[in-house]
């Protein structure tokens, strides 16, 4: 199985700062990256989808793809407590027939 | 958006039991599905990828006899934990793809099935 790095963090950060999440993946031929969030004993919530090289904005939200460098990274403006989760990184393979998850990095936005 | 429906959401079940767990998309039909298993403080680890009417695709290192799919239909599939013992624990969760959507669409998860056996 195609490997989704991810720092497990945790990721603490101030309420209204920039919290900064980031992965890599080893499938170089994967074209699809996603940021899903997901609260303690809950099913993960998708965030983004990105697919092109470049930022993606969406409300306080940017991922930022870079498929040379087989990274993606997810920008967190003014961050509130209720951010407070873990962050998956996901990638679909290239076949499109799987979804591989990083282990998640657990931010925490204090007041 | 697309609801997929899990159930039960929690089950508790002694050791040698099998557990089924039921995994329906309400409001599309779903080709594909995928059920995944998280261990605590762990990521979530694709477990199998199930294709209506025919036979599921496992990952490797899961037991396909132990962990049987069913996706008879476009709006349900099946997991049974057969013969379960405690190391079979875990939050599992399944996806769904909707019919004739981009082979790189957003999956719509379930809101997943805690699993505690005893």
């Known amino acids: 199985q195609k490997e989704v790095e991810q720092n497990s963090g945790p990721l603490s950060v101030p309420e209204g700062a920039i919290a900064s999440l980031n992965c890599t993946y080893s499938?170089?031929?994967?074209?699809?990256f996603f940021w899903y969030r997901q609260y303690s004993g809950k099913s993960p919530e998708l965030i983004m989808f990105?697919?092109?090289?470049g930022d993606k904005e969406d409300g306080r939200f940017t991922a930022q793809l870079n498929k040379a460098s087989q990274y993606v990274s997810l920008l967190i403006r003014d961050s509130q407590p209720s951010d407070s989760a873990t962050y998956l990184c996901?990638?679909?393979?290239?076949?499109?027939?799987?979804?591989?998850f990083g282990k998640g990095t657990t931010l925490s936005v204090s007041s | 958006g697309a609801v997929v429906s899990q159930h039960p959401s929690w089950v508790i079940c002694k050791s040698g039991t099998s557990v089924k767990i039921e995994c329906r998309s309400l409001?599309?039909?779903?080709?594909?599905m995928f059920w995944y298993r998280q261990f605590p403080k762990q990521s979530l680890m694709l477990m199998a990828t199930?294709?209506?009417?025919?036979?599921?695709?496992?990952e490797q290192g899961v037991e396909k006899d132990k962990f049987l799919i069913n996706h008879a239909s476009l709006t349900l599939s099946t997991l049974t934990v057969t013969s379960a013992h405690p190391e079979d624990s875990s939050f599992y969760i399944c996806?769904?793809?909707?019919?004739?959507?981009?082979?790189?669409?957003?999956?719509?998860f379930g809101e997943g099935s805690r699993l505690t056996v005893l």
């Open positions: 199930s294709n209506e009417g025919s036979k599921a695709t496992y």
């Open positions: 499938d170089r031929g994967s074209q699809s």
């Open positions: 409001d599309f039909q779903a080709t594909t």
């Open positions: 990105i697919y092109s090289n």
């Open positions: 996806s769904a793809r909707p019919a004739g959507g981009p082979q790189d669409g957003e999956l719509f």
């Open positions: 996901a990638v679909l393979n290239q076949a499109g027939t799987a979804l591989i």
